[in-house]
């Protein structure tokens, strides 16, 4: 399959090409470090190093597009990764309180309450008393903010059809629900889901 350069609002500056080019030696040279020497070697499936294992690899790729979220989001629209994860969850809810957003998000609450106020500050949300909870905030999106998400999505489909190349994207999606709800049991059994209240 021929590779689709990425339009326009997502691009990749000579610096990010290098950063890329070196990212893939050295994918490559892991996996020649790797590669069994005959047929009688251990199983592809097989973990054999750490490098292997399926959360070190989801956990290298979510700082790599936390790096691609910074030049290309942070940079020109002034929000993080994690701000735009709660104005994705208001989109379309009506309100939604700290803790709501804070579990669906699977984020500290005390973190969630602090960049709600940074987002008030910026005019993308707004945030008024639980009329049936004195302690707790409900927050809501702001016009401002839904014309910054209108804003920033084609840029960020465009980031995703390049990143989905040659992938089947209904498979891929069912096996990232899949993957999502093992780690929520996990983290139940953990005791590491954040705080539901307020």
Known sequence: MAIVPPSPAFEL????????????????A???RRR????????QDQVQYLDDLIV??????????????AVNIEDRFGIRMTDMRILSLLRDADQMSVGEISRLARVDKAWISRLSRELEDKGLVA????????????VSLT????????KML????ACDR???????????????TKLDQNLLVLLENSGAVPDQDS
């Open 36 to 43: 069994p020497a005959d047929k009688t070697a251990a199983p």
């Open 162 to 176: 390049f990143l989905l190349q040659g992938l089947d994207r209904q498979k891929l999606v069912a096996l990232l």
């Open 154 to 157: 084609p840029q960020s489909i």
């Open 56 to 69: 070190v690899r989801i956990a290298r790729m979510s700082e790599a597009i936390a790096r691609l979220t």
């Open 143 to 150: 016009r401002k903010g839904r014309e910054l998400q209108s």
């Open 30 to 32: 892991r996996s020649d």
């Open 13 to 28: 500056t000579p610096k990010n090409t290098t950063s890329l080019q070196r990212m893939k030696k050295t994918t490559k």
């Open 127 to 138: 945030r008024v008393p639980d009329p049936q909870d004195s302690r707790a905030m409900l």
